[in-house]
């Protein structure tokens, strides 16, 4: 008496829909994500697909189970994930502050990282604050536009 086998099983609609997902999706992610359940609905079983995707098994699952819940729109990669940023352009009193401080001194970022730190608590590297000032001002070549 083994487990009972998972698999998907699929109308000609779903199929469609999938693997037009799987052809023109925006990210690779959900890409694999539409194939893994169309290999489902072929026959494959969860392990023969973990080893194609090299994912764990509750990987898998999880994939099943956002199809069953979601269909094609539950396999998109939900927002909110990721690391969030140090500094928001929102937030345009720090803006402000970041703006005015390497205005003040322009090459010497360590030293606007260590009044940043001190004034604002706000801890970060230096290729963090480039970023940063790159996102406000286009290439980051132009600090005359901070």
């Known amino acids: 008496m083994g487990r009972k086998k998972r698999y998907?099983?699929?109308?000609?609609?779903?199929?469609?829909?999938?693997?037009?997902?799987?052809?023109?999706?925006?990210?690779?992610v959900f890409r694999a994500r539409c194939h893994c359940i169309l290999?489902?609905?072929?026959?494959?079983?969860?392990?023969e697909?973990?080893?194609i995707f090299g994912v764990l098994?509750?990987?898998?699952?999880?994939?099943?189970?956002?199809?069953?819940?979601?269909g094609l729109?539950?396999?998109?990669?939900?927002?909110g994930q990721g690391r969030?940023?140090?500094?928001?352009?929102e937030n345009m009193e720090l803006v402000e502050q970041v703006k005015s401080k390497v205005k003040a001194s322009p090459k010497q970022l360590d030293k606007v990282l260590a009044e940043l730190q001190?004034?604002?608590?706000?801890i970060m590297s230096r290729a963090t604050l480039k970023r940063?000032?790159?996102?406000?001002?286009?290439?980051?070549?132009d600090f005359d536009a901070i």
Not at 118 to 122: G, H, I, P, T
């Open 8 to 28: 998907i099983v699929l109308t000609p609609e779903e199929t469609q829909s999938l693997e037009h997902g799987y052809k023109t999706g925006a990210s690779h």
């Open 132 to 141: 940063f000032l790159k996102k406000i001002v286009g290439d980051g070549s």
């Open 57 to 70: 098994p509750n990987t898998v699952i999880a994939w099943f189970n956002r199809w069953k819940e979601g």
């Open 84 to 89: 969030k940023p140090k500094i928001k352009l």
């Open 73 to 79: 729109k539950g396999l998109e990669t939900k927002p």
């Open 49 to 51: 697909l973990c080893a």
């Open 39 to 47: 290999l489902s609905g072929q026959g494959k079983t969860i392990y």
């Open 118 to 122: 001190s004034d604002s608590n706000l």
